[in-house]
């Protein structure tokens, strides 16, 4: 093993198992304690988790009502209920959408709660349009209490020695906070590497350094850990690591990235499921049959005005996040209902299947629609090494893919055909190969994004016009 991990291996169980006895009251302390309360709590019944949740959505409901402009003015117009008893009485609660949250502004956040304990945050979304929001620290430390029992459900000890291929933090040097960040890591035996830098070069020192660390987790964006394991693939690499996992976070994992994860590295592939404004909703167990909604922390539904045939659009409510409330929030995501339970026995129930953005629908004008998913299952065995799709508000749509050096004419000419006759002769399709595609701002890529109207049922594009 390499001197460094040898040295962030030793800190890393040093301050995992001595630091806690020596500071109870400390972040770590106190974090070891309510994991082992989550721990605990993930075993109880279905009925015992929903008593939990609705009291926890209680609390919140009536610190809202009184406190909060936005719902306040709600409950006094007589469009929101201060308690619930059954789930069905959640539907009486107005869902909060991004155009509200950014309409509302200040309205939004809690009049009692010191401004001085509340952080400013953004997203930027797959829409490019920012959004902003503020949270507290006691709903931080929850995530964090969430974060941990997600390594947890992956097999993964909190001492565990973990790798990430994330985006980077800052996009200019600071000595004192790289210094600090690079301190933290090595007590806490982590590495982070940027994949906002992924050129073949990049690629090759990824590898030594991870092949040096041997985590035994590697947690990071689909797409990058696709990228590296395509690399170790064209150059013939067998990775000594993870040890233990990979853990895919932050973007949609389909069955063929699925696939090429775990015939690369040879260790279990567990998805994860949550975004920067709520945090962690969902993870992926050991039976692998969905995703368990993270209960403590979030209330998960699933609701039929999607849009998307067959479909169903997630709302969630931030369980502990009472400086700005995010109550049955519209996050704009998409699955395939209904939450159900796990054969592994946590009361936690699961999302089946997340199709993905509702942005990663691409819309047809006569009110049909696309999923975004076809594209991967479509692009895998056609000598593409990657791709992205946009479509525009007038429904045209741009393929720009990467081509390998494998690729035929054969397979040219069968993607241009089947593409083409999905989206049908109504919507302009431009194909055209790059050299590279762009990744966001955030370092994710995001691989199909729509910016076309929904079409009102029964309302064709040519009857509107």
């Known amino acids: ?123 930027g979304g797959s829409s490019g349009s920012p959004l902003h929001f503020w949270n507290d620290q006691a709903a931080v430390f929850m995530g964090n209490v969430g974060e941990a029992w997600a390594t947890s459900v992956a097999g993964l000890r909190a001492s565990d020695s973990i790798a990430s291929l994330w985006g980077a933090a800052r996009f200019e040097p600071d000595m004192g906070k790289d210094f600090k960040d690079a301190l933290k890591r090595l ?22 350094r991870l092949g040096r660390f041997r985590p035994s987790g590697l947690l990071g964006y689909a797409s990058a850990l696709v990228e590296l394991a395509s690399f170790l693939q064209r150059r013939g690499l067998r ?29 279990p592939v567990f998805d994860r499921y949550g975004s920067r404004e709520i945090g962690l909703i969902a993870v992926e167990c ?45 996050i704009e995501d998409l699955a395939e209902g209904p939450l159900a339970p796990c054969p592994c026995g946590r009361g936690y129930p699961v999302l089946r299947r997340i199709l993905g953005r509702m942005t990663e629908i691409l819309r047809k004008p006569d ?32 393929v720009a893919m990467v081509r390998m050096p494998e690729q035929t004419p054969q397979q040219d000419e069968h993607l241009r055909r089947i593409i083409g006759r999905h989206l049908g002769p109504d919507v302009p399709l431009t194909i055209r190969y790059v050299e590279a595609i762009e990744r966001s701002a955030s370092g994710k890529l995001l691989p199909v994004i729509s910016h076309a109207p929904k079409v009102p049922a029964g309302m064709s594009q040519k009857v509107r016009e």
């Open 1 to 123: 093993m390499h001197p460094h991990s040898l040295v962030s291996g030793l800190m890393g169980r040093a301050y995992y198992a001595v630091w806690p006895h020596l500071r109870p009251g400390g972040h770590i302390g106190r974090l070891q304690a309510a994991l082992r309360k989550r721990l605990s709590h993930q075993w109880d019944s279905p009925e015992a988790v929903w008593q939990r949740q609705r009291d926890l959505l209680n609390t919140l409901l009536d610190y809202a009502a009184r406190n909060v402009p936005y719902y306040h003015r709600l409950v006094e117009a007589g469009r929101m209920p201060r308690r619930i008893e059954r789930l069905e009485d959640l539907a009486a609660v107005p869902v909060l959408t991004k155009d509200i949250i950014r309409r509302e502004g200040d309205a939004l956040l809690a009049d009692s709660f010191p401004r001085d304990q509340m952080h400013r945050k953004a997203t």
């Open 239 to 267: 990775p000594k690591y993870p040890r233990k996992a990979i853990i895919s976070a932050a973007e949609t994992l389909d069955g063929a990235a699925r696939r090429t994860l775990e015939a690369v590295f040879g260790v």
């Open 286 to 330: 050991d039976r692998h049959s969905g995703l368990h909604v993270d209960c403590e922390n979030v209330f998960a539904e699933l609701d039929d005005d999607s849009g998307v045939p067959g479909m169903q659009r997630i709302l969630v409510t931030k369980l502990h996040q009472f400086s700005m409330p995010f109550i049955r929030y519209a």
């Open 367 to 398: 009110g049909g629609c696309l999923p975004g998913e076809l594209f991967p299952h479509l692009l895998k065995d056609c000598g593409i090494a990657s791709y992205r799709v946009v479509q525009a508000q007038d429904y045209s749509v741009d």
């Open 187 to 208: 007590i806490t035996n982590r590495l982070v590497i940027d994949c906002f830098r992924m050129s073949e070069a990049d690629l090759a020192d990824a590898n030594r």
